[in-house]
């Protein structure tokens, strides 16, 4: 009896001990999962991607975080995608942090988005990321010369739905050409760029910080044109779309440019939600602050410092920004 006993309560023991270690490896694994702060972009071989992958890097090492957090870029099939899942990551109370366009940003923060209708006022900015440029370029022994010569005609797009798609849609339509043109989404830059060294699109729509390396490699071996928008276009298009910006491209930018050209462009923030920690979104931009080499390194247009990381859109600063910035005597102007 007492050795049956003595077994009984040496059994009930081990199952507390596989209890207590299975509930302590559970917490751990909650733990860890909940140590990863997601950084949403657009497709893997953007401005973005390599810009927020660069940065994640470096702030994974960074000591604040002590390996307790850990940054992961996600790529996403463009604004929509990386948007909805911010959005469940407030919604779930969970860091997370989006690479997006402004432009998209700031339709969804002030519900004047179709595809996640509603407004959604928890969203936080935190500051500048990038600037992408829009090349229109005309095909090979094209009679495209003009924006208005697009009539009727073909073009190349890497995807629709997306802000460099719908800036093609915006400036269009202030040409008058709504509905008097095709768009063909061919799914990334370089099929994009091989559709219009074939001739197969009558235009195409490339992107980039320029040098934009698409429109780059194309003129160095194709004869192309770049569509310049007209001035008196350009004044009222970018007065009614403020989150675009007219850029000039000088005179030999690219090969074969021969002449000063006026196109478009659009920015990109880093955003967040309310509900991300303070501390994670001050030493996010304390990181990014900390590693200027490096993350130029990453990509050679990264231009993010303390005279360029204040760049507003509708969204108001996260707490944590807003920390840092009166921190370093940094204006945000809010």
């Known amino acids: 009896m007492t050795s049956f006993w003595y077994k009984m309560i040496l059994f009930t023991g081990l199952i507390f001990l596989l209890a207590a270690c299975s509930e302590q490896q559970s917490a751990d694994s909650k733990t860890s999962q909940e140590g990863v702060v997601p950084i949403y972009t657009p497709s893997a071989s953007g401005i973005n991607y390599v810009i927020s992958a660069g940065t994640a890097n470096v702030?994974?090492?960074?000591?604040?975080?002590?390996?307790?957090i850990v940054f992961s870029t996600e790529a996403t099939s463009g604004s929509t995608e990386l948007m909805y899942l911010l959005l469940e990551s407030e919604k779930n109370h969970e860091p997370a942090i989006a690479a997006p366009a402004n432009v998209a940003a700031t339709e969804l923060y002030n519900g004047n988005s179709e595809e996640l209708p509603g407004e959604h006022t928890g969203l936080r900015n935190i500051g500048f990321l990038s600037g992408t440029t829009m090349h229109v370029v005309s095909a090979v022994n094209s009679s495209i010369e003009d924006f208005n010569d697009l009539q009727g005609k073909t073009?190349?797009?890497?995807?629709?739905e997306t802000p460099p798609s719908n800036f093609l849609e915006h400036l269009l339509d202030a040409y008058g050409l709504a509905g008097e043109y095709e768009t063909l989404p061919l799914g990334s830059l370089p099929e994009v760029q091989e559709a219009l060294a074939e001739g197969s699109v009558d235009a195409g729509l490339l992107f980039g910080a320029v040098p934009a390396p698409t429109v780059?490699?194309?003129?160095?071996?194709?004869?192309?044109?770049?569509?310049?928008?007209?001035?008196?276009?350009?004044?009222?298009f970018f007065e009614e779309h403020p989150?675009?910006?007219?850029?000039?491209?000088?005179?030999?930018?690219?090969?074969?440019?021969?002449?000063?050209?006026?196109i478009g462009s659009f920015y990109s923030n880093f955003i967040t939600h309310q509900h991300t920690d303070d501390d994670i979104v001050y030493h996010f931009i304390e990181g990014i602050m900390e590693n200027q080499d490096t993350l130029q390194a990453v990509h050679p247009t990264f231009n993010i410092d303390e005279?360029?990381?204040?760049?507003?859109n509708d969204l108001p600063y996260h707490d944590g920004a807003i920390r840092y910035f009166e921190d370093n005597d940094i204006d945000y102007n809010q």
Do not use: C, M, W
Request: cysteine-free; hydrophobic content about 30%; overall charge negative.
């Open 59 to 68: 702030l994974t090492n960074k000591k604040e975080f002590d390996g307790r």
């Open 155 to 160: 073009i190349g797009i890497p995807a629709p």
């Open 216 to 236: 780059q490699e194309l003129t160095q071996t194709e004869d192309v044109n770049i569509l310049s928008i007209d001035h008196d276009v350009a004044e009222s």
């Open 243 to 262: 989150y675009y910006s007219p850029v000039t491209l000088e005179a030999g930018t690219y090969a074969g440019q021969e002449r000063e050209l006026f």
């Open 307 to 312: 005279n360029t990381i204040i760049h507003d």
